[in-house]
């Protein structure tokens, strides 16, 4: 019997889990680079690829469950 097909991937359904590490060559030196999610930056030559070539879509403010309602300053400092 055949293996049963993999369903269709869907980015929105990945949301929920963690960020995911990806690999990459850098597309100005070839130095191998990890990032998240397939958004990079190397670190040897400082290329850094556009955020919307990502695998998945970025988390918008609204969504963050920790963010204090009402209130949009940085909680860092």
Sequence with gaps: MPP???????PRSAAGSGPEIT???CRQCGTLIAGLD???SCGVC?????????HRPLPRAEDD???IAGRDTNRLG
């Design 4 to 10: 049963a097909p993999e369903p269709p991937h869907d």
């Design 23 to 25: 690999y990459g060559e």
């Design 38 to 40: 397939g958004r990079y």
């Design 46 to 54: 400082g290329w850094v690829n556009p955020h919307s070539e990502g």
């Design 65 to 67: 469950r920790h963010r």
